[in-house]
DNA sequence: ACCCCGGCATGACAGATGTCAGGGTCGTGG
DNA sequence: CCACGACCCTGACATCTGTCATGCCGGGGT
């Protein structure tokens, strides 16, 4: 082996899953796992102390999602390139993901040896995204969604009835109510917790 | 290497994950992986052609799940023992895999190095379940929903109106309704879209 | 026999949900 | 300046949700 070595980052808050990936990419011998961190806030300061050529991130994870640590990886160190890593091919997730700067976007539905076909690629300066999810991306299009309406239907999530979303969110009970409505209307959906399917599965939220 | 090796199936839908954890455990000199499945119908014609020792499955599958896989495994091949490897530690799972003939439960929060270590208890006849999620399970307890209300709070998933649950189960409206409120009672929640998510997150839907 | 329990059903009803109309404020762009 | 969109608000109202009371049926246990 004399040629040069890919040095990665893998941020999964599952810690098997992460040691897993680990596992799976240290068994090529281009690529080298640098560093491991297990939830979004530690992404940063571990690709700054590690220097990584190219970085694994999981969508959902504590602390900062992958989404808001790609576009801080791309800003503290521009040569590193994000490669995201995700249980849900949400087609929200994608857009986010490349605008925020990712090079790359992978579903863990993804075949195992496709993995690492996919980090030499984004290392190579190549964009990776698989086309079904690209399909899906331009179908569902950008959030109808204000940000408002967004974020009553967020807090609509758990089932929390109106006034408690009014008294969490500091709004009235006839504006929550509105802003449901409006993202039902929107997302084409027949009631609230239908609605909040809809753009979750969208990745909307 | 002059041990014996043991033969290891693995049942995950996600196959970048199931890859991974093949390369984890295939790391293993005393450990190897026979076969790989990804959906929970496949797992007993794989384990009749493969006869593994462990067979680690996840939960929730396409197919069937996990937990109905494992007593289909013990019944078709006793000398098989099951450990299931899931995202979700739901006491309500734990309790039913257990029942089910499984001899060990690790969620995917565990550190990678312990799942080679969990495989081989398993196979040494051990049972492995981590201390806190047994916990869990006492004080979660069983599901006190009755069948029928267990079905309509599933119905209920997506939001489905009252009248749809109805024609879709075959019962009255006024049935319905009758069974959503005792399910909303028994949960302790405030309404059915949190009843919902308390019996998930027990593990009893 | 009786009793208990679970499942299913009906009906009444209070409160919550969702829709619609209308109005006001603020910021942005032409 | 005006027009537009986003946001917030109020009010009216039809419909849905959830609760409660009541009753019937079948199965299992004593």
Redesign the pocket.
């Known amino acids: 082996m004399t040629g040069p070595v890919i040095r990665l980052l893998l941020a999964d808050d599952q810690a098997l899953v992460r040691g897993a990936l680990s596992a799976l990419l240290g068994l090529e011998p281009d690529l080298e796992v640098v560093a491991e961190v297990g939830s979004g806030d530690e992404v940063v300061a571990a690709v700054l102390e590690h220097r990584p050529d190219v970085a694994l991130l999981d969508v959902e994870m504590p602390g900062m999602d992958g989404i808001t640590a790609t576009a801080e990886v791309r800003r503290a160190s521009p040569d590193t390139r994000v490669l995201i890593v995700t249980t849900f091919g949400r087609p929200g997730y994608l857009r986010r993901a490349l605008q925020a700067g990712a090079s790359g976007f992978v579903v863990k539905d993804t075949p195992a040896p496709q993995l690492a076909d996919a980090v030499r690629r984004v290392h190579a300066g190549l964009r990776v995204v698989d086309p079904d999810l690209a399909t899906d991306s331009l179908v569902a299009g950008e959030s109808p ?8 239907l967020q807090a ?1 999530r758990d ?5 408690a979303i ?1 008294q969490r ?14 993202a ?2 929107k997302t084409g959906a ?4 239908e ?1 909040v399917l809809v753009a979750d599965g969208n990745g909307w939220l």
């Open positions: 969604l204000t940000a408002r309406e967004t974020e009553v609509a089932g929390a009835p109106v006034a009014a969110l500091f709004l009235s009970e006839g504006t929550v109510r509105n802003h449901l409505s409006s039902i209307g027949v009631n609230r917790a609605a």
